[in-house]
């Protein structure tokens, strides 16, 4: 009796690298509804924990209100972003070197790893000119990352203005860590990968967002504009990053409350479907 045909050689599938990093909404991503809304949605939705946006809304600037939020929806704090906004000039003072003091502090006490800053105004004259080395010193003195944001150009019509200062473009000042806003990318025209590779392993946090290249900073849910938010995700993923991965979307056109966490739970789906890498197979083709 002849013996049965070898079963076919089934090609081992490679097993998917997943980082450590954890997947946060930004307070901002409900916008017009309130800070309390974003952790209820962060926890509806399965998110890793927030952001808290500190800005004229009073729950986020205070610490107390901040700590029983997220103890009562059991979602964790990973950052807090300065308030360094136009709107915001005169939150938490409007000395911006008492604003990071505050930030911190904040981020201490909820147990926040991350501090988030703009580059100051042209007009901040002051703050700019010792805003690199004043970044230094504080960083220096706490276990708090000041992870410092890629800016943009404004633009109208044709013309242009620098409203950052030292650089809109952050990397070409020494930080210890960045943060790199895909939205921001778009807006300034400028390559989302060169820039990544520019900040290399100081990059240490993500506002994931996507965009068209409008002179509006537009905040599009991952996908629907031109930035590489799937490459970059994937890179985070070959590399082990271990920052946070935040969603920092514009929502403020949704129709209502259901069509504002329909987009993000897409968000949080397209960014957990990226942030996975299966290893390179020897010929050098992921997952081949």
């Given at each position: 009796?002849?013996?049965?045909?070898?079963?076919?050689?089934?090609?081992?599938?490679p097993a998917v690298?997943?980082?450590?990093a954890?997947?946060?909404?930004?307070?901002?991503?409900?916008?017009?509804e309130?800070?309390?809304?974003?952790?209820?949605?962060a926890?509806?939705?399965?998110?890793?924990?927030?952001?808290?946006?500190?800005w004229?809304?009073?729950?986020?600037?205070d610490?107390?209100?901040?700590?029983?939020l997220?103890d009562?929806?059991?979602v964790?704090i990973?950052?807090v972003?300065?308030?360094?906004?136009?709107?915001t000039?005169?939150v938490?003072?409007?000395?911006p070197?008492?604003?990071?003091?505050?930030?911190?502090?904040?981020?201490?006490?909820l147990g926040?790893?991350?501090?988030?800053?703009?580059?100051?105004?042209?007009?901040?004259?002051?703050?700019?000119?010792d805003?690199?080395?004043?970044?230094?010193?504080m960083?220096?003195e706490?276990d708090?990352r000041?992870?410092?944001?890629?800016?943009?150009?404004?633009?109208?019509?044709?013309?242009?203005?620098?409203?950052?200062?030292p650089?809109?473009?952050?990397?070409?000042d020494?930080y210890?860590?960045?943060t790199v806003?895909?939205?921001?990318?778009?807006?300034?025209?400028?390559d989302?990968?060169a820039?990544?590779?520019?900040?290399?392993?100081r990059?240490?946090?993500?506002?994931l967002a996507?965009?068209?290249?409008?002179?509006?900073?537009?905040?599009?849910v991952p996908?629907?504009?031109?930035?590489?938010?799937?490459?970059?995700?994937?890179?985070?993923?070959?590399t082990g990053?271990?920052?946070?991965?935040?969603?920092?979307?514009?929502t403020?056109?949704?129709?209502?409350?259901?069509?504002r966490?329909?987009?993000?739970?897409?968000a949080?789906a397209?960014?957990?479907?990226?942030?996975?890498?299966?290893p390179?197979s020897?010929t050098?083709?992921?997952?081949?």
């Amino acid at each position: 009796m002849a013996n049965p045909p070898e079963p076919s050689a089934v090609p081992a599938v490679p097993a998917v690298r997943i980082p450590d990093a954890k997947v946060a909404l930004s307070t901002a991503s409900v916008y017009p509804e309130s800070t309390a809304t974003a952790f209820e949605i962060a926890a509806r939705l399965g998110y890793d924990g927030v952001e808290v946006m500190v800005w004229t809304d009073p729950v986020s600037q205070d610490v107390e209100a901040l700590r029983r939020l997220s103890d009562h929806h059991g979602v964790p704090i990973l950052a807090v972003h300065a308030p360094c906004l136009l709107i915001t000039q005169r939150v938490w003072s409007t000395d911006p070197w008492v604003k990071l003091q505050r930030a911190q502090a904040a981020a201490e006490k909820l147990g926040a790893s991350t501090v988030v800053v703009h580059p100051p105004f042209r007009w901040q004259r002051g703050y700019a000119r010792d805003f690199v080395t004043g970044i230094w010193r504080m960083a220096e003195e706490t276990d708090v990352r000041f992870a410092v944001e890629n800016m943009y150009p404004w633009r109208y019509k044709d013309r242009e203005m620098l409203a950052y200062a030292p650089e809109w473009d952050v990397t070409k000042d020494d930080y210890r860590h960045f943060t790199v806003d895909l939205s921001h990318t778009a807006t300034a025209r400028t390559d989302a990968m060169a820039m990544i590779d520019r900040m290399g392993d100081r990059l240490g946090h993500v506002h994931l967002a996507d965009g068209k290249g409008s002179a509006k900073d537009e905040h599009l849910v991952p996908g629907r504009g031109t930035q590489p938010c799937a490459e970059l995700l994937e890179r985070l993923a070959a590399t082990g990053f271990d920052g946070h991965v935040v969603v920092e979307v514009n929502t403020r056109r949704a129709m209502s409350s259901a069509e504002r966490e329909a987009d993000l739970a897409e968000a949080l789906a397209f960014t957990r479907l990226h942030l996975a890498s299966a290893p390179a197979s020897p010929t050098g083709v992921r997952g081949a």
